[in-house]
């Protein structure tokens, strides 16, 4: 009892925030329209000076970081070749398919892995969530667009989508810092701390947006199939991945960042790509909602899990 007491209360801010982001959205301070010019600015300022901040302080010399960079590909690369072959023997329509194989894989982990892993292990140990995020997010990317060719029998333009990776203001960022850390650069006070402060927004900001994103009317339509896609994201995607990384000697930031990698709901950026692409972007969205509200559950259940065997 005590165990899940202090796991809630560790999680707690974490809740009050996107509480906050739901109670905005009810009294319609923040609207739907709003989203997607909050999360660009999410993307490009706090989040980019909060990963930057990360990567820049982050002490790499670690034996894990080379095996968290390794894990982290192997591990996203064999459950998504998993899903890819089983998913569309399930599921027959295209659209829908390709749909679910994204979202069984892809996870929020840019706007949730930084918020866990400061809560449960300090801002002192953001490097191991640093690093990972830019490695697995651009091959999130690479995987989401492969997906919808491979299903679809078209051809993966490789060019263009890796000029897109290296616009992406995340890996922009993590280059960024990876330089300013190679070359032991300081900046000046009054440049280094309004960047921290600017990052240190990204957290809280990130958890209110997904609060306010979160809708209920959705989850009617294509029951069986979203429910069914939420299951094996929030609870068989886990499974197949943190048990390995703990029989690998994982532990602190470094599991419980593999854990949020696995285990978050699925992307936001995962409905747009699917509108784009050709999918069904309705279910996308469906999905999305759905482990949104479902993994406040799951993800307190695999924190409690991991805290109780002592692994964070």
């Known amino acids: 009892m005590e165990l899940f007491i202090n796991t809630f209360f560790a999680l707690c801010p974490l809740y009050f925030y996107l509480i906050t982001g739901v109670v905005l959205r009810r009294m319609k301070i923040l609207k739907a329209e709003d989203l997607p010019w909050l999360n660009a600015l999410l993307f490009r300022s706090f989040l980019f000076f909060s990963l930057f901040n990360n990567v820049r302080s982050a002490d790499f010399s670690g034996s894990h970081s080379g095996s968290l960079l390794l894990f982290g590909v192997v591990a996203v690369l064999l459950v998504f070749a998993l899903y890819l072959l089983t998913v569309p023997r399930i599921v027959r329509n295209f659209k829908q398919s390709a749909v679910a194989v994204q979202a069984l894989y892809r996870s929020n982990f840019v706007l949730l892995g930084m918020a866990y892993v400061e809560q449960l292990c300090g801002p002192e140990n953001m490097g191991p969530v640093s690093l990972l995020i830019s490695v697995v997010v651009p091959l999130f ?4 667009v492969c997906t919808f060719e491979f299903l679809r029998g078209g051809k993966v333009h490789f060019g263009r989508i890796l000029l897109n990776i290296l616009r992406n203001p995340l890996i922009i960022a993590s280059a960024l810092g990876g330089l300013c850390a190679l070359l032991k650069v300081n900046f000046p006070e009054y440049i280094d701390k309004p960047m921290r402060t600017l990052g240190s927004v990204a957290t809280p900001f ?10 209920l009317g959705a989850l ?5 199939l979203v429910l069914g896609v939420s299951a094996g994201k ?15 000697g994982f532990r602190d930031a470094a599991l419980v960042s593999i854990m949020v990698a696995a285990a978050a709901p699925t992307a936001v950026a995962s409905v747009a790509m699917s509108y784009e ?5 309705e279910l996308a969205a469906q999905i999305v909602a759905a482990t949104s509200l479902l993994s406040l559950i799951t993800m307190f259940l695999w924190v409690l899990v991991l805290r109780g065997m002592g692994y964070c």
């Open 141 to 144: 990317n690479l995987l989401a």
């Open 220 to 224: 009617a339509r294509n029951r069986k």
């Open 234 to 248: 929030l609870l068989l995607t886990p499974l197949l991945m943190v048990p390995p990384a703990v029989l690998l």
């Open 277 to 281: 692409l050709g999918g069904d972007g």
């Open 206 to 215: 990130a958890m209110v947006l997904v609060g306010a994103s979160l809708s």
